[in-house]
């Protein structure tokens, strides 16, 4: 990594306008994939990471701590999700998928078929259990960074990723 | 919707922690939802930097109540020149004698258009037959940049940089890739290797 998310955001804050650029593209590479498995389409993943980007561009200046802009950004990421994931029901786009798997047919086959079984799950947890399953197994992040993230302790999230779980074990034993 | 729910060791399993034993239908259960989740994980189309010139082209339309001017002045592209000899003088780290082979390098000094900076890179290395600077803005071709030499075994090169992040290694002899290690990040490279990072922004380089 380059220079500093806060040495950025200050440039940027100086008058270095275009460097909002760098930032924009640390938040694509960090949670574009976050914005996708929460909205369940590229499309709309790619929306929700326009609109924070645009919204974090306009509230800049209300960044208090720019060497935390990365956890301050995924919020307003995170309720830009929450706000489209509130105005219809996310539907996996499973034709993606099948893109994806298109090589080796039988066994992409079988992951194909789970993939889109826990895509079809993930449509129906809360938001909340949404955000700490795909923080947690789609991110791949640990509970500590999930904790600077979110803003939640350790304990609280592990209640949650724990929850997400039970419920995911029983949606994905219905398809079955 | 949880009339199933895992055991605490089925939890800390998932959790990657120490546990205790599971039934075959809790680590069955268990492992499917791991491997379920690697393969939507793998089954998602990434987000491509579409996204990133989408938001930038939007926030570079003029917004009410600002001057025209400057969105003029953002959108021109013209190099200008400033003394550099000045400023690399006082930034070139040299280590002088004629036995060195180890080049040593001098952070990039710069000279700002607006969304065009000149970036001034040097490298002591007075062993060195060729030197050139390959990174991210020339797709790293390791004989597209070549650097010139001074008398002193100073090789340098200015380039244009566009505004943003780049990362970049000297190539000495064609085959030697050395890293920056004035530079104020390093990142590795992927091969094994490391790259120097830096932040060019329209007044110069960002550093931590």
């Known amino acids: 990594m380059g220079a500093a998310d806060g040495a950025i955001v200050r440039a940027v804050l100086a008058g270095q306008e275009d460097l909002f650029g760098v930032l924009v593209e640390r938040c694509r590479a960090e949670f574009g994939r976050y914005a996708v498995a929460m909205l369940g389409d590229a499309d709309a993943g790619s929306d929700a990471m326009q609109e924070a980007c645009i919204k974090a561009w306009r509230s800049l200046a209300d960044c208090r701590d720019p060497d935390r802009f990365r956890a301050w950004f995924y919020r307003i990421l995170a309720n830009q999700c929450r706000t489209m994931l509130g105005r219809r029901r996310p539907q996996t786009d499973i034709d993606e998928i099948e893109v994806a798997s298109r090589e080796r047919p039988d ?30 197994h789609v991110d791949g992040r640990s509970y500590e960074e999930m904790e600077t993230l979110l803003g939640v302790g350790v304990d609280a999230l592990k209640m949650r990723v724990h929850r997400a779980r039970d419920a995911m074990r029983t949606l994905m034993g219905e398809t079955r | 919707m949880t009339d199933n729910p895992f055991t605490r060791d089925a939890q800390r399993y998932l959790d990657g922690s120490p546990h205790g034993d599971l039934s075959e239908s809790e680590r069955r ?70 036995e060195r082979t180890a080049p040593s390098t001098a952070a990039p000094a710069v000279a700002s258009a607006h969304d065009t900076v000149f970036v001034q890179f040097q490298i002591a290395a007075p062993g060195a037959r060729t030197v050139a600077l390959a990174g991210s803005f020339n797709a ?31 190539v000495v002899d064609g085959a030697r890739w050395q890293p920056d290690p004035t530079a104020h990040a390093q990142v590795e490279d992927g091969f094994g290797g490391t790259n120097s990072v830096i932040v060019v922004g329209g007044r110069g380089l960002v550093r931590t």
């Open chain 1, 107 to 136: 066994r992409d086959l079988e992951r194909k078929e789970l993939a889109a079984a826990l895509a079809a799950a993930l449509d129906r947890l809360t938001a909340e259990q949404r955000e700490a399953f795909v923080l947690k």
């Open chain 2, 140 to 170: 790293w071709d390791p004989a597209a940049l070549p650097m010139l030499r001074a008398a002193d075994g100073t090789w340098t090169l200015t380039i244009a940089l566009p505004v943003g992040e780049h990362s970049y290694q000297f």
């Open chain 2, 29 to 98: 259960d268990a492992d499917a939802l791991l491997a379920a989740a690697v393969a939507y994980r793998d089954a998602l189309p990434p987000l491509d930097a579409r996204v990133d010139s989408a938001v930038m082209a939007e926030l570079r339309q003029p917004r009410p109540g600002m001057p025209a001017w400057r969105w003029l002045v953002q959108a021109r592209v013209r190099p200008v020149w400033v003394p550099l000899a000045a400023a690399a003088a006082a930034l070139l780290m040299w280590v002088a004698g004629p």
